[in-house]
């Protein structure tokens, strides 16, 4: 089996967006997750705290949401400057 990280060791490679993206706007975790579930979208801040440590894989329709949610485009939300590793288990 294949488990995929970032050579940071991380899940995903949006967490340290996330975080940037929620400073600018002056949001908690909890007003972030807050705002997903008035979208409609089935969330806590545990969600957030999870993406933003880099402990959660993040599926392409969370990246939508997200994206949506903060008025952004998904591309901000990803850092392609952090290379992805494939190991195998």
Known sequence: MFKLKTTLGTNNICGANLIRLRHERGISQ????KNMQIAGYDV???????????????????????????????????DPAIPVAVQKD
């Open 44 to 78: 806590d801040h545990h969600f957030i705290r999870h993406i933003e440590n880099g402990e959660r894989f993040v599926t392409d329709i969370e990246l939508v949401a997200l994206a949506k949610v903060l008025q952004v485009e998904i591309t901000d939300l990803i």
């Open 30 to 33: 909890r007003q972030l997750a």
